[in-house]
């Protein structure tokens, strides 16, 4: 990651700034508006990368963005309802869309162009061209072009379905109807014939076709409703603005004309810069003003805007970028073992060609006449000689004759099965039930197909805590009101019961006995009650219910004391100041209609659903005002003003206008922010019992909001409305003006209270942490949170416990940072040095928790070593209060000093740098969109998937890849070597007795099926003994499956077996009438066979497949060989039928099988009995293990891993 | 896009359970435990020592009686390539030799030749196999060169050095001063006289050029009859090889003498490769060889050595299997 992309993530999420980045960030935007062109800083450096770092804080910056001169050179004119003129100088792209890569014409240039990207294959390439010089021609032209035309071939069959895929979707979509405006008349069109320029109507429930700037919708203040699930996943409405220029305007009747000067195309789809000239007047447009394609309009009538980006200049169609690419750690280090076979297979080349040099040298007076070489040719009048280059050529023809010969050496195969393996895996990763997300009906999704083997070796996890760890699920909990407490409802078992029936709709609340709701009522003093508002003959209700304590209830309903008058604002302040849009939705009973609060932030929701249980239910909301439900009375407030929330004040606010005429602002912000607003004057001792509340309540790991209101008198009102008038339409700075005035506002606040807000920790969660932490990997988690709620969330899943030591750095300046680090420091030196991994008998565990401003100080400074001295000591680490960017930090504060490989997991935008720093990266596809999902590498419903993902999957994954390389370096060098010895009996000539085809055939399909099917399907340990022993993980953490040792011993091993392979038929056909062919055909079935056994020795599993994979190979072989002795046309015809009618063919036969592979089973039974492998021993437990706890182990995890769906 | 077409249906997407993507077929699980490792590696050396015995004395049982000749066969002089080369000389040589065993029909007279590599490179391509089927394909000599075409032009059938350097030393033996009579009819495999030498192709041009590689062929005869050619084409897959000569239909008593009359005409003088004439009976593993007998042996052996090695760790090393507390993170960490 570079560093400019850091300072863009930096810039878009501005709920966490960062003081020293934000400097730079200064900087370079003080050095743009130095110059006259005053280029979007942000977007325009953001490169193709820019859209993953995108935060739902960008919106509210781009809103406030300032009015800024676009340059023409960089602007893009759009004549509105003039597509003619629009498209005149400058040829806009089109509206129709085009996924597919290929048409039928350029397929197989672009398709091969493509496929030759990879290294492997122009490696193939270059021997099959080598191999079509008539000097060099070792096989004949059809047996080396083979394996590279099959490989072209499949993967050209599998890229022309997918496309094939594309262009039909493409069609459909492209044929799509909308309605344009076309000669002052809304006609439909096809939405591949949209122009830019053009005027567009969408009506309700309708998917945008192109991306439009609004001009006018239904709404009279202008207001649209969008929903952008196709495009980021949230599935919460979205408002957009027309603007109030043109919104006024009839645009079926009066021909509106106008010009938008818009910045180019690109793939920020939080940002927009724009100009519009109309009647002229100079509008700025933002992001709120334009509607993007994919997204569908929803609660608003219609819609009408002018087209300005269409088809692949669309901001939906510039994000469908597929998956980052990684390479996974098995396949770097497996190019070291690469190198070597290069350097082997060089080295085999130029002992050849030395020896043959040497030979031509000995024989040169003999050269001319020997019968078997012949080199003078005399079928011409001058005696010349035939296809001899002099000595030095022909020692270098043979060198490349040897390269060709012993291609294979570099198991280029081998990246084909792995690709083809990798695809099984995620088959089996995809549809494992286990990590199927009932709740969000969400499969696990594989979208990096190249590291699925680096889930096996996972040493640190990266957790977001929200949405990660927690359900993200906002509840309201408890308040604290005019400095009383109500929070009644106690923890425990019932607690979480009542969460679960809280969550359902109302039509399952009403089927709960009423046994159930005594027992609910007893226990917890407080009960959920479905208010229900009566206008007419309707019934509203909302949709989520909250649990209700009763005795707030009732003071909410004594509107005439002083608590009440207190309540009443509260609540009132709760259902008002927010932005979060009511949407009716019809229910079956035709009198009964659901309120779906619709917002973007959880939290809103979860405090506007609280307040209508109370009784303040909001029912409407409008641009210009909102009505609330006052316990059956229905009220309509004027909304004001309304300053959002933005990351600096840290606190929204809303200006009502009550229906007794009084004005208030309502704000409502994070606890810092507030208490420095809130007049401390007024109520000293509510305010001390508050933040008293508070502090218990972030203990709990509930997320506090504080609620101030004041009262305006007219003139305050008059000067604020002034000011705000002139911040909303500067054309320069407008979003500091903007802040500016609301800081006027809010101010000498009086405090109503706080609200407590309760994120669930997800199922399981607890036991998947204990899990991971028994497999060796170290949890770490990385919150945006206060510390109490960090370290409260920690205690409850189990991350922190009491056992463990505390370190806690909370600085303000570097040198305390440094302090506190060097003491942090030598209090983990002064404890034993206990071995971490969970063991038990370890007293002594650390718990570092640092802080984000800590973080500041300490990362990019050289305190960066300190604090992974200290949290490389420490068994947890949870980081609070961190910006997305120092997530991405931390994890390369890991990834840059160690080997270990590290997992990010989360959810949120916030989280992406993370994803996208880590080795692997995990994307919860759950409430905050799907921006993590599209930047991570695997997908999955919930955090808990990561045990069996990572656990079962990982393992397997990992043992298996890491066979499968090895045994196809052997696989491939020990045909290699066998060719190789060969060749020091031909006068070192490059024959072979093995016939070119089977030559080619070995790799491809006399032993390729197997070690693909083994590679996918065997599994060392099944998932029960690898869930209940978390520490089998360990294995691929210590690389035990593929490592240097192994890979030596693996040749060693392969050196053995060639000598036995080659010399057995050699030295028992020595000096016999043998001819070439068939022992040619010896050797191969030998080299088959023994492969082949070598692998069923290998196999923990035997499945159906596997029996017919390995025998089926080794049939397919005789087969083919039969069949190419079969031809007439090729010199070994029938040698085959010679050879295997004899006794010796079969005693050699076995007697390679036997000889070759002996040593390798002694040593195998060695290491297996007294290498006390755990895989091993855990293996055994499997087979011969207790079966009574074996059962009992089933159930136990059960209960942890299969928990009751709802 | 593609990837989301789904998400908007509301059908569960819950993968339709099976125990094949459950991973949960039933499978076989071989553990190799003590008693199978030493099952199996008795059962290799009780199956691999008998045989190795039997190839022992089956190897023991050929009768062979090797005689190089080329060194003898020629006048002792430094123009051994001179010559041989020269087609006027008397290359006719008498060599005799003593039956060690009897040896029982059917005896097989072969040809060895050492350090000649008929599976080099340049010999093994240099032939064309269509030529030999296809009256119509005599002029595909592309491969052949340089003995594909005649100076003129003329296709050589059967063309290319291996042809070319045809074997032409002639036996006749005899016994006890009566000739023995080698048969040479089926010396050829049937396949090659059937299916790749052609009744209707004839030599042409056959060893006409400058350079006389070795024997000539009859241009009466059809490819099909001339089985020496189709032996010699049978390329050896070693630089040391035999080549049946012929077989002698009657048995051979011990300390017969036999005198051999040879016409010593192919030249391994310029290479100092070596001419033996092989008298020999076969078996089952083909002529005398003790390898096989031997490694059968010594692989046998091997595995019950270890057999017994693994047998003694057993007992005195034993390892329940499958016992949990082996485990690493179950054993003493005091202990590691």
């Known amino acids: 990651m570079d560093y400019h992309s850091q300072i863009?993530?930096?810039?878009?999420?501005?709920?966490?700034?960062?003081?020293?980045?934000s400097s730079s960030t200064h900087s370079i935007q003080s050095k743009t508006t130095g110059g006259h062109s005053l280029r979007e800083v942000s977007f325009s450096e953001l490169g193709p990368t820019s859209v993953r770092h995108g935060s739902r804080g960008a919106e509210s910056e781009g809103f406030s963005a300032s009015y800024k001169e676009i340059h023409d050179d960089d602007a893009r004119l759009i004549y509105i309802n003039d597509p003619d003129k629009t498209n005149d100088k400058f040829e806009f792209a089109g509206n129709s869309i085009r996924t597919g890569k290929y048409s039928v014409l350029t397929f197989l240039p672009r398709n091969l162009f493509e496929q030759f990207h990879r290294v492997a294959y122009i490696y193939f390439l270059v021997i099959a061209i080598l191999n079509q010089l008539p000097q060099l021609a070792v096989f004949g032209r059809g047996a080396s072009i083979m394996p590279l035309a099959f490989v072209l071939l499949v993967t050209a069959v599998k890229d022309a379905y997918e496309d094939y895929?594309?262009?039909?979707?493409?069609?459909?979509?492209?044929?799509?109807?909308?309605?344009?405006?076309?000669?002052?008349?809304?006609?439909?069109v096809r939405w591949k014939d949209i122009r830019v320029g053009e005027i567009i109507r969408v009506c309700a429930d309708e998917t945008l076709p192109c991306d439009m700037v609004l001009l006018s919708t239904s709404d009279s203040t202008g207001v649209a409703y969008v929903q952008t699930t196709n495009l980021d996943g949230e599935s919460n409405l979205k408002t957009r603005y027309a603007k109030q220029e043109t919104q006024m305007k009839n645009l079926e009747n009066e021909r509106i004309s106008g010009l938008i000067k818009s910045e180019k195309p690109n793939r920020n789809i939080y940002g927009f810069q724009a100009n519009m000239e109309v009647d002229g007047k100079h509008i700025s447009l933002g992001p709120s003003n334009i509607i993007l394609r994919g997204c569908e309009l929803k609660n608003t009538e219609w819609t009408i805007g002018v087209a300005v980006f269409a088809g692949r200049e669309t901001k939906a169609m510039l994000n469908n970028s597929g998956a980052p690419s990684k390479r996974s750690r098995l396949e770097t280090s497996m190019n070291r073992e690469i190198i070597f076979l290069s350097i082997f297979l060089c080295a085999l080349c130029a002992i050849v060609s030395v020896l043959h040099g040497i030979w031509l040298r000995r024989h040169k007076g003999e050269l001319?006449?020997?019968?078997?070489?012949?080199?003078?040719?005399?079928?011409?009048?001058e005696e010349a000689d035939y296809n001899y280059y002099g000595w030095g050529m022909e020692v270098f023809f043979v060198f490349l004759m040897s390269v060709i010969?012993?291609?294979?050496?570099?198991?280029?195969?081998?990246?084909?099965?792995?690709?083809?393996?990798?695809?099984?895996?995620?088959?089996?990763?995809?549809?494992?039930?286990?990590?199927?997300?009932?709740?969000?009906?969400?499969?696990?999704q594989c979208r990096a197909l190249n590291i699925n083997e680096d889930l096996g070796q996972i040493k640190y996890v990266f957790s977001d805590k929200t949405g990660t760890l927690t359900e993200n699920k906002m509840e309201f909990q408890c308040a604290c009101i005019g400095g009383i407490d109500y929070s009644s409802v106690k923890g425990g078992v019932e607690d979480s019961q009542i969460g679960n029936l809280g969550r359902d709709t109302a039509t399952a609340i009403s089927l709960i006995s009423s046994s159930h709701k005594l027992k609910v009522v007893s226990t917890c003093k407080s009960i959920i009650i479905s208010y229900l508002v009566t206008g007419g003959e309707q019934v509203l209700r909302p949709k989520m219910k909250v649990k209700v304590d009763p005795e707030l209830l009732n003071t909410s309903k004594r509107k005439h004391t002083n608590e009440g008058r207190h309540v009443h604002d509260f609540f009132l302040a709760l259902a008002a100041c927010n932005t979060i849009v009511p949407l009716t939705i019809e229910t079956p009973d035709p009198a009964v209609k659901l309120i779906d609060y619709q917002g973007e932030s959880p939290d809103e929701q979860a405090l506007v659903y609280a307040a209508a249980a109370y009784g303040f239910m909001l029912v409407e909301r409008t641009s210009g005002h909102i009505v609330i439900d006052v316990q059956g009375e229905r009220q309509r407030f004027n909304v004001l003003g309304l300053h959002e929330f933005d990351s600096d004040r840290k606190r929204m606010s809303v200006i009502l206008g009550c229906p007794d005429k009084a004005i208030k602002v309502f704000v409502k912000g994070a606890d810092t922010s507030m208490f420095s607003v809130i007049d401390r004057s007024q109520n000293l001792n509510v305010l001390k019992a508050t933040e008293t509340h508070i502090q218990t309540y972030s203990s709990k790991g509930l997320r506090t909001l504080v609620i101030g209101v004041r009262e305006l008198s007219s003139l305050e009102f008059e000067q604020w409305q002034s000011s705000y008038e002139v911040a909303s339409t500067a054309l320069m700075g407008r979003a500091s003006l903007l802040r500016k005035v609301a800081n006027n506002i809010e101010h000498h606040?009086?405090?109503?209270?706080?609200?407590?807000?309760?994120?669930?920790?997800?199922?399981?969660?607890?036991?998947?942490?204990?899990?991971?932490?028994?497999?060796?990997?170290?949890?770490?988690?990385?919150?945006?949170?206060?510390?109490?709620?960090?370290?409260?969330?920690?205690?409850?899943?189990?991350?922190?416990?009491?056992?463990?030591t505390q370190i806690v750095i909370n600085n303000n300046s570097h040198e305390s940072?440094?302090?506190?680090?060097?003491?942090?420091?030598?209090?983990?030196?002064?404890?034993?040095?206990?071995?971490?991994?969970?063991?038990?008998?370890?007293?002594?565990?650390?718990?570092?928790?640092?802080?984000?401003?800590?973080?500041?100080?300490?990362?990019?400074?050289?305190?960066?070593?300190?604090?992974?001295?200290?949290?490389?000591?420490?068994?947890?680490?949870?980081?609070?209060?961190?910006?997305?960017?120092?997530?991405?930090?931390?994890?390369?504060?890991?990834?840059?000093?160690?080997?270990?490989?590290?997992?990010?997991?989360?959810?949120?935008?916030?989280?992406?740098?993370?994803?996208?720093?880590?080795?692997?990266?995990?994307?919860?596809?759950?409430?905050?969109?799907?921006?993590?999902?599209?930047?991570?590498?695997?997908?999955?419903?919930?955090?808990?998937?990561?045990?069996?993902?990572?656990?079962?999957?990982?393992?397997?994954?990992?043992?298996?890849?890491?066979?499968?390389?090895?045994?196809?370096?052997?696989?491939?060098?020990?045909?290699?070597?066998?060719?190789?010895?060969?060749?020091?009996?031909?006068?070192?000539?490059?024959?072979?007795?093995?016939?070119?085809?089977?030559?080619?055939?070995?790799?491809?399909?006399?032993?390729?099926?197997?070690?693909?099917?083994v590679g996918v399907l065997d599994k060392d340990l099944s998932r029960t003994s690898l869930l209940k022993h978390s520490q089998l993980y360990g294995a691929g953490q210590r690389q035990e499956s593929y490592n240097g040792k192994l890979f030596w011993v693996t040749m060693l091993d392969m050196l053995?077996?060639?000598?036995?392979?080659?010399?057995?038929?050699?030295?028992?056909?020595?000096?016999?009438?043998?001819?070439?062919?068939?022992?040619?055909?010896?050797?191969?079935?030998?080299?088959?066979?023994?492969?082949?056994?070598?692998?069923?020795?290998?196999?923990?599993?035997?499945?159906?497949?596997?029996?017919?994979?390995?025998?089926?190979?080794?049939?397919?072989?005789?087969?083919?060989?039969?069949?190419?002795?079969?031809?007439?046309?090729?010199?070994?015809?029938?040698?085959?039928?010679?050879?295997?009618?004899?006794?010796?063919?079969?005693?050699?036969?076995?007697?390679?099988?036997?000889?070759?592979?002996?040593?390798?089973?002694?040593?195998?039974?060695?290491?297996?009995?007294?290498?006390?492998?755990?895989?091993?021993?855990?293996?055994?437990?499997?087979?011969?293990?207790?079966?009574?706890?074996?059962?009992?182990?089933?159930?136990?995890?059960?209960?942890?891993?299969?928990?009751?769906?709802? | 896009m593609s990837s989301d077409d789904g998400s908007s249906k509301k059908v569960s997407k819950k993968p339709r359970y099976s125990r094949f993507t459950q991973q949960e077929l039933p499978a076989c699980k071989p553990i190799l435990t003590p008693a199978l490792v030493i099952g199996i590696l008795m059962c290799l050396g009780i199956i691999f020592i008998p045989i190795g015995l039997l190839a022992l004395s089956a190897s023991e049982n050929v009768v062979e009686v090797v005689d190089r000749y080329d060194d003898v066969c020629i006048p002792s002089t430094d123009q051994k390539v001179g010559f041989i080369k020269d087609p006027a000389t008397n290359k006719t040589c008498i060599r005799t030799f003593t039956i060690p065993k009897k040896m029982r029909k059917p005896v097989y007279v072969y040809y060895q030749l050492d350090n000649f590599y008929q599976n080099h490179r340049r010999y093994v391509k240099s032939r064309s196999d269509r030529q030999l089927w296809n009256p119509k394909a005599e002029y595909s000599t592309s491969l052949c060169d340089p003995e594909g075409q005649t100076g003129d032009g003329k296709p050589i059938v059967p063309c290319g050095l291996i042809a070319w350097s045809l074997f032409n030393d002639t036996y006749s033996l005899s016994k006890n001063d009566a000739a023995l009579q080698i048969n040479k009819k089926d010396i050829a495999w049937r396949s090659d006289r059937t299916h790749k030498f052609s009744p209707n192709v004839y030599p042409k041009n056959f060893q006409n050029g400058t350079l006389i590689g070795g024997g000539k062929l009859?241009?009466?005869?059809?490819?099909?009859?001339?089985?020496?050619?189709?032996?010699?084409?049978?390329?050896?897959?070693?630089?040391?090889?035999?080549?049946?000569?012929?077989?002698?239909?009657?048995?051979?008593?011990?300390?017969?003498?036999?005198?051999?009359?040879?016409?010593?005409?192919?030249?391994?003088?310029?290479?100092?490769?070596?001419?033996?004439?092989?008298?020999?009976?076969?078996?089952?593993?083909?002529?005398?060889?003790?390898?096989?007998?031997?490694?059968?042996?010594?692989?046998?052996?091997?595995?019950?050595?270890?057999?017994?090695?693994?047998?003694?760790?057993?007992?005195?090393?034993?390892?329940?299997?499958?016992?949990?507390?082996?485990?690493s993170w179950n054993k003493n960490p005091a202990l590691d």
């Open chain 1, 8 to 21: 863009d993530i930096n810039e878009n999420s501005p709920q966490f700034p960062d003081p020293i980045r």
């Open chain 1, 1056 to 1206: 053995w077996q060639s000598v036995a392979v080659f010399f057995v038929p050699l030295l028992a056909y020595w000096g016999s009438n043998v001819d070439g062919s068939s022992l040619g055909d010896l050797w191969a079935l030998g080299v088959v066979v023994m492969v082949n056994i070598h692998l069923a020795m290998d196999v923990t599993r035997w499945y159906w497949i596997t029996h017919a994979a390995i025998w089926g190979s080794i049939i397919a072989t005789f087969i083919c060989v039969i069949a190419i002795d079969m031809l007439p046309f090729l010199p070994g015809y029938w040698a085959f039928f010679h050879i295997v009618k004899t006794e010796l063919f079969w005693v050699c036969l076995s007697l390679i099988t036997i000889g070759a592979l002996l040593p390798r089973f002694a040593v195998k039974v060695f290491v297996q009995y007294f290498g006390h492998n755990d895989i091993q021993i855990a293996r055994e437990a499997e087979k011969f293990g207790n079966s009574r706890r074996y059962t009992q182990t089933q159930i136990e995890m059960h209960q942890i891993f299969d928990l009751p769906q709802r």
């Open chain 2, 218 to 327: 009859d241009e009466n005869i059809p490819l099909s009859q001339q089985e020496d050619l189709m032996v010699w084409m049978r390329t050896s897959a070693l630089p040391t090889f035999r080549k049946l000569y012929g077989k002698i239909e009657t048995d051979l008593e011990a300390n017969e003498k036999i005198t051999v009359t040879i016409q010593n005409n192919y030249n391994t003088y310029s290479f100092n490769g070596k001419k033996k004439l092989v008298i020999s009976t076969a078996t089952w593993i083909g002529g005398k060889n003790d390898f096989i007998g031997k490694m059968y042996m010594a692989v046998g052996g091997t595995s019950i050595v270890l057999g017994v090695i693994f047998s003694l760790l057993y007992v005195f090393k034993p390892r329940p299997l499958g016992d949990p507390s082996y485990l």
């Open chain 1, 749 to 804: 606040l009086g405090i109503l209270g706080a609200s407590a807000i309760e994120d669930k920790l997800q199922q399981g969660v607890p036991e998947a942490i204990e899990s991971l932490r028994t497999a060796g990997i170290k949890v770490w988690v990385l919150t945006g949170d206060k510390q109490e709620t960090a370290i409260s969330i920690g205690y409850s899943s189990k991350l922190l416990t009491s056992k463990m």
């Open chain 1, 165 to 188: 895929r594309r262009h039909r979707s493409d069609k459909i979509e492209n044929s799509r109807l909308a309605w344009v405006l076309v000669d002052e008349s809304f006609q439909q």
């Open chain 1, 817 to 1013: 940072c440094r302090k506190s680090l060097i003491e942090a420091l030598v209090v983990s030196k002064k404890l034993p040095d206990a071995p971490s991994g969970g063991s038990k008998n370890c007293k002594h565990q650390l718990g570092l928790i640092i802080d984000g401003t800590s973080l500041v100080y300490i990362l990019d400074s050289e305190l960066e070593e300190q604090l992974f001295e200290l949290a490389s000591k420490c068994d947890v680490v949870l980081c609070c209060r961190v910006a997305p960017l120092q997530k991405a930090g931390i994890v390369a504060l890991i990834k840059s000093r160690t080997d270990d490989m590290t997992l990010a997991i989360g959810d949120g935008a916030n989280d992406v740098s993370m994803i996208q720093m880590a080795d692997v990266g995990i994307g919860i596809s759950g409430q905050e969109g799907r921006q993590a999902v599209m930047a991570s590498d695997f997908a999955m419903g919930q955090f808990r998937f990561l045990v069996p993902l990572l656990l079962v999957h990982g393992h397997w994954n990992y043992n298996r890849m890491s066979y499968m390389i090895l045994y196809n370096f052997y696989r491939n060098a020990v045909f290699v070597l066998l060719l190789f010895w060969y060749v020091l009996f031909t006068s070192y000539t490059l024959t072979t007795a093995i016939t070119d085809w089977s030559s080619v055939l070995y790799s491809v399909l006399y032993t390729s099926v197997p070690t693909i099917i």
């Open chain 1, 368 to 381: 001319d006449l020997m019968q078997f070489y012949r080199k003078i040719d005399y079928s011409e009048a």
């Open chain 1, 405 to 444: 010969v012993f291609q294979i050496m570099i198991p280029i195969s081998l990246y084909i099965s792995m690709e083809l393996v990798r695809v099984g895996q995620a088959f089996f990763m995809i549809r494992d039930n286990m990590m199927y997300d009932e709740a969000s009906s969400s499969r696990f």
